[in-house]
Nanobody, 117 residues
Framework: QVQLVESGGGLVQLGGSLRLSCAFS????????MGWYRQAPGMQRELVGV???????NYADPVKGRFTISRDNAKKMVYLQMNNLKPEDTAVYYC???????????WGQGTQVTVSS
């Protein structure tokens, strides 16, 4: 029922910035914790960070201090601001929604981020 569409990926040089967006539809946005995950070629999918409906955040160590998750509850959007990008940030980035009540996960189809050295 929940649909998620990511956008904003692309090619950027080392040290550059990108902002990813995730559009939510199909349910009540404020009943969901939102997350960003990423998967590099040949690697496991890993957590980037999460944001709760009341905007508390948590980040994985590799992105702390460089990435910021935010959400706009009126627009039903979640964002990932990525600064000081490194080649190891290269991955497909996925948006996830988790119901705070039923704990059902929904995933977007991903957006590619490539950081050149």
């Amino acid at each position: 029922q929940v649909q998620l569409v990511e956008s904003g990926g692309g090619l950027v040089q080392l040290g550059g910035s990108l902002r990813l967006s995730c559009a939510f539809s199909g349910s009540i946005f404020t009943f969901h914790t939102m997350g960003w995950y990423r998967q590099a070629p040949g690697m496991q999918r890993e957590l980037v960070g999460v944001i709760t409906s009341d905007k508390h955040t948590n980040y994985a160590d590799p992105v702390k201090g460089r990435f910021t998750i935010s959400r706009d509850n009126a627009k039903k959007m979640v964002y990932l601001q990525m600064n000081n990008l490194k080649p190891e940030d290269t991955a497909v980035y996925y948006c996830k929604a988790t119901s705070d009540y039923g704990h059902v996960d929904s995933w977007g189809q991903g957006t590619q981020v490539t950081v050149s050295s």
